[in-house]
């Protein structure tokens, strides 16, 4: 059984955010308005976060592309009422939202605030809707959405290597994040298959993963940036 | 005599509430018939699928052509009827009006009988192009109408697929049809 992680270099991300709009597009996320999105009330699945080290002139900025981290121990499925939320046999945390009741549990118990809620259901304008992803529901106002690695294209190619008769290859299943950086600094496969680059780069020396000491277990991994 | 004002008054009140709740009850069983009613699907000819399946001797792909590639199995257009249909078919009068909407240019858009709730996500490629189910698994004696029915012949719930996944030792997984 696969155990889907991602390793994020920070020494290659350069922020063009082509991941944010990669996601946004592949997923069907709706944007809200200005207003709605200063209230804290847009949803991007996978963001790209900007840190600043140093004072002022000496400083050095390094960007964090921030999906959901499908920890092993995710908090936000202890606390969900309904089972909406849970951990499959492969790590990855879906969300189920025909289920969901929009109670914003999960959303709260996440440290990494990566779990969004639609306030309104989305508008799309007759060209938007013309290009949205039949792959992925649309989801309607009243229910949390988060990233889910793409999970319908591991179902596309799974699919696919049925038909053929052969074994699911790493290439096979890359979320729309992965396929899209320039730099390839997102690295996406099986952390327990020792042919896939994830599996031994979770133990290079430079990783470091967010909040480890809270006990999530994320399965994204960061490499820091070199001195 | 009538008996005193406030007996009128009472029985007068009695027979307003037991019209009221009587309307209500007349009411409350039009709206539940209407939600809960399927509507029917109205085809554009009077398809025989025996006469096609049984007695030609057709398989389902011929016409349902992307059911084992596609997520949809595909409904025929008017150029696939036209192969046989240019020219009339036999001496019922529904072949004959076919030959005639097609030389008028009819599209003939056949409706789609069996539909999925939007928050489900299924293939046919995956049950029928890999598992090579067989379409009465899913839709009962479609193959064997002689007529178009007005509603599906199965009831395709999540039961219905949950039982079928637990007997085939199949994925019981949320995010294999919910995304």
């Not at chain 1, 002022?56 to 921030?66: A, E, G, K, L, Q």
């Not at chain 2, 997520?71 to 005639?100: K, Y």
């Not at chain 2, 004696?141 to 999540?158: E, F, H």
Request: glycine fraction near 6%; hydrophobic fraction near 35%.
């Amino acid at each position: 059984m696969a155990r889907w992680g991602m390793v994020i270099d920070l020494d290659r991300c350069t922020g063009c955010a082509a991941c944010e709009v990669a996601c946004k597009s592949e997923n069907n996320v709706a944007a809200v308005s200005v207003e709605q999105a200063d209230m804290g009330r847009a949803s991007s699945w996978m963001k790209v976060m900007a840190h600043v080290e140093g004072e002022f002139p000496d400083t050095t900025m390094h960007f964090y592309p921030r999906p959901c981290m499908h920890c092993d121990n995710p908090p936000c499925i202890r606390v969900c009422p309904v089972q909406a939320t849970y951990i499959d046999d492969e790590g990855i945390v879906g969300q189920i939202y025909a289920r969901c009741i929009g109670c914003r549990y999960c959303a709260n118990a996440c440290p990494y605030m990566v779990k969004y809620f639609n306030w309104y259901g989305p508008e799309w304008s007759e060209a938007e809707r013309q290009h949205l992803n039949p792959d992925v529901s649309v989801r309607p106002a009243g229910v949390i959405e988060k990233c889910t690695f793409c999970h319908h294209r591991l179902q596309k190619a799974r699919e696919d290597a049925r038909a053929e008769g052969r074994e699911l290859r790493e290439e096979d299943y890359q979320p729309a994040c992965v396929d899209v950086c320039p730099t390839n600094a997102i690295i996406f496969g099986d952390l327990d298959n020792p042919s896939h680059a994830v599996h031994t780069l979770k133990d290079d020396p430079r990783v470091l993963r967010l909040m480890e000491d809270l006990g999530t277990q994320p399965k994204v991994y960061y490499l820091r940036p070199r001195d | 005599m009538g008996g005193t004002a406030a007996d009128r008054g009472g029985f007068v009140r009695v027979r307003w509430v037991s019209g009221s709740f009587g309307v209500i009850l007349v009411a409350g069983i039009v709206i539940t018939v209407l939600v809960t009613a399927r509507p029917s699907v109205p085809q554009p000819v009077a398809f025989n699928h025996r006469k096609h399946t049984e007695e030609l001797g057709l398989n389902c792909e011929f016409c349902h052509v992307h059911v084992t590639k596609g997520a949809h199995a595909g409904l025929p257009d008017a150029q696939t009827c036209t192969m046989c249909h240019q020219a009339a078919q036999g001496t019922s009068a529904e072949a004959t009006r076919v030959t005639t909407l097609l030389a008028e240019g009819d599209p003939l858009t056949f409706k789609k009988l069996f539909r999925l709730e939007p928050h489900v996500f299924y293939t046919h490629r995956r049950h029928v192009g890999i598992a090579e189910l067989e379409c009465e698994n899913c839709h009962g004696a479609i193959a064997q109408t002689v007529r178009p029915p007005a509603r599906p012949l199965v009831t395709i719930d999540m039961d219905f697929c949950m039982d079928c996944h637990r007997e085939q030792g199949q994925t019981l997984d949320c995010n294999a049809c919910h995304r």
